[in-house]
């Protein structure tokens, strides 16, 4: 069974930094792209970053570019969101998310992804 594990989230200030983890089990995630999405209270969930089953292509979503650093150790089936200079429009719930796709293309749609985390929440003070 695929679960997905999201820590790291938690209160900071604007300006500040948090580090978003992912564990992942149940699967060999190496060979599946993953990402990230995030959801604000009276919002849709919208695409954050996402990264290849190989780890070399990402993509971001405008609104975190130069700011977000999306990471992955598949040794450890784990994926990783660096998150610098956040900002009070940051502030949702994140979850990580796996494509059924064995090595698939990455997206940012989350109609792609078959398998989600439970949310971690991070908020964002000014």
């Known amino acids: 069974q695929v679960q997905l594990v999201e820590s790291g989230g938690g209160l900071v200030q604007a300006g500040g930094s948090l580090r978003l983890s992912c564990a992942a089990s149940g699967r060999t995630f190496s060979r599946y792209p993953m990402g990230w999405f995030r959801q604000a209270p009276g919002k849709q969930r919208e695409f954050v970053a996402g990264?290849?089953?190989?780890?070399?292509?990402?993509g971001y979503a405008d609104s975190v570019k130069g700011r977000f650093t999306i990471s992955r150790d598949n040794a450890k089936n784990t994926l990783f969101l660096q998150m610098n200079s956040l900002k009070p429009e940051d502030t949702a719930v994140y979850y990580c998310?796996?494509?059924?796709?064995?090595?698939?293309?990455?997206?940012?749609?989350?109609?792609?992804?078959?398998?989600w985390g439970q949310g971690t929440q991070v908020t964002v003070s000014s």
């Open positions: 990264m290849s089953w190989s780890g070399d292509s990402t």
């Open positions: 998310a796996v494509r059924g796709t064995l090595y698939g293309s990455l997206t940012g749609n989350s109609n792609d992804y078959n398998n």
